[in-house]
């Protein structure tokens, strides 16, 4: 690889060219080309920048998002057969936004909408949980997008949860969801949701 294609590789812009393309990219490697530090984050709302710009181009968000890939370490890559890129993640990739729901009680059947336009049920294989903060006591609640990959639930779609909230039959509080109850909190924090 000469000095000028390892450059022009290790650009996320190149990148999303390339893909946007339909660029076949090699894969005769059989591990990709590390190229470093992208220089792209995702903050804590869902935003996506380059280089402390934001990326307002949401077709090419839900392009990297499509290779956006989480090792067994935790750390966060932009992938594809030919190369690889890091990038920073403030806490989940992605953002639910929006809540679909279905039914009702144990026969309820809900679902996220992310940032991106992916709509994800909330069943076995993508489960909502919640982390509570220790040091604030605020609860964040995630569910699994795909290949342990998070969405943060945003706080107007956590209330609608709670809404939906009723005492679980182990106890707890929380939503039922294709026949899965999902606990949100204790009942004694149901309160303070």
């Not at 990219?25 to 590390?34: A, F, H, K, L």
């Not at 090419?60 to 890559?77: H, K, M, N």
């Not at 945003?154 to 709670?162: G, K, N, P, T, W």
């Not at 939503?175 to 109850?181: D, L, N, P, R």
Request: charge should be negative; include cysteine.
């Amino acid at each position: 690889m000469t000095p000028e294609s390892e450059k022009e590789s290790s650009n996320p812009d190149s990148l999303g060219r390339r893909l946007e393309q339909g660029e076949k990219i090699p894969t005769q490697r059989r591990e990709p080309v590390d190229c470093g530090h992208y220089g792209i984050r995702i903050a804590r709302d869902g935003n996506w920048y380059y280089r402390g710009s934001r990326i307002n181009r949401k077709p090419l968000v839900t392009l990297f998002s499509s290779v956006l890939y989480r090792d067994d370490a935790g750390i966060f890559w932009l992938r594809t057969p030919a190369e690889k890129g890091l990038i920073d993640v403030d806490d989940a990739p992605f953002v639910g936004v929006e809540l679909q729901v279905s039914g009702n009680g144990a026969e309820q059947e809900l679902s996220v909408r992310t940032n991106i336009d992916e709509i994800v049920a909330i069943d076995g294989d993508h489960p909502l949980r919640v982390v509570i903060n220790p040091a604030t006591g605020e609860p964040s609640p995630y569910i699994i997008v795909r290949d342990r990959l998070d969405a943060l639930i945003a706080r107007s779609v956590y209330y609608e949860l709670a809404e939906l909230g009723v005492d679980g039959p182990q106890g707890g509080f929380g939503v039922w969801s294709h026949g899965i109850f999902f606990v949100l909190g204790d009942i004694g924090e149901a309160d303070e949701i």
